[in-house]
């Protein structure tokens, strides 16, 4: 019913998550107003992210360089690493600008039941580094889950006898949110993790 | 914080209506994980979009060729002209499959307080069309709204003392809606749109 080039961008819209049929015809014919050089930028964009991006050799963050910009960055505590599941997950950290020492993707999380194991999760790297740069401090930053229990027991396992400090980011009840509709478990948690006032 | 050609693509995704900042985020890291050829052509269709989109000479519809599918099909009623407000409410009404005339895609509807005069909206290619192909009735599919109407009578005032019959698509509660839920104007017009049963 269209001209093909806009089914084939509908094509491409609907492959993005969260993209139907009705939004992507909606985004597809919103292009049509575009200036031809935004057209243009936006499809650059797109082969540059086939062409450029990488993973840092470090930490497995997203980077066009071999090193990321948080490990080129020498004003940046090392002895701290911030362990993150996804390399997206840095970015929200990093937005609320109060943690300055490096960063650990993971890419995954161990997940017995979907056959991902220790070896499938970028901790191996991890462990250097805590070797190489006498790091004195990991948090693990990953979704209180099964698989991100799993995984933080896993890495509190295989650290033990290292010199190194473990910890958690706390679980409990998010700000402005009602305790009513907060699940046990986090209840649980939130107790646990009580503080002095 | 971004490698530079995320930022690019979360700028582009960003320009697209309906799309935050968050959002856009999303889209293009899930571009991260697509495979090469996926973003190609993705590329090529943005690329296609810009170099290939015309509109058709005859009614105003996009296109990649000098007339549009719709014009072009011979099977179809050139007796009949359904208009609309723009291109891709066409595919509205050819995905429910009941219409087999043609389409005139007005481009905009009157605002005078836009500043949007008829001169501005494509009205004289209809009134070229009514005339050259002995046009019998034209069927006004625009949304009833100040400038809709304003737009229907203006239409309906130029083709006085033309031999065509112009009608307007049915303004009503639409199915499943609680009348409960209805505004005054719709209310109105479905009272006097009624009909035996």
Not at 57 to 71: E, H, L, P, Q
Not at 159 to 165: Q, T
């Amino acid at each position: 019913m269209f001209p093909s080039c806009i089914n084939d961008i509908i094509e491409s819209f609907k492959d993005l998550p969260g993209i139907g049929e009705k939004t992507a015809e909606r985004l597809a014919f919103s292009l049509i107003n575009f200036d031809k050089d935004r057209l243009t930028s936006f499809s650059d964009a797109i082969i540059a992210v086939r062409d450029k991006i990488k993973y840092c050799s470090v930490c497995g963050n997203i980077t066009d360089n071999d090193k990321c910009s948080i490990c080129n960055d020498t004003n940046r505590n090392s002895k701290i690493i911030f362990v993150v599941e996804k390399a997206k997950d840095i970015s929200l950290f990093e937005k609320i600008n109060v943690f300055n020492g490096r960063y650990h993707v993971l890419g995954g999380l161990i997940s017995p039941l979907d056959g991902i194991g220790p070896e499938d999760v970028n901790i191996d790297n991890l462990i250097k580094r805590i070797d190489s740069d006498n790091v004195e401090e990991i948090i693990l930053a990953l979704k209180p889950s099964i698989e991100g229990e799993t995984t933080m027991q896993y890495i509190k396992k295989v650290l033990e006898g290292k010199n190194v400090k473990v910890t958690r980011i706390a679980t409990g009840i998010p700000m402005g949110t009602d305790i009513e509709y907060i699940d046990a478990m986090t209840l649980e948690f939130a107790l646990e993790g009580r503080k002095d006032i």
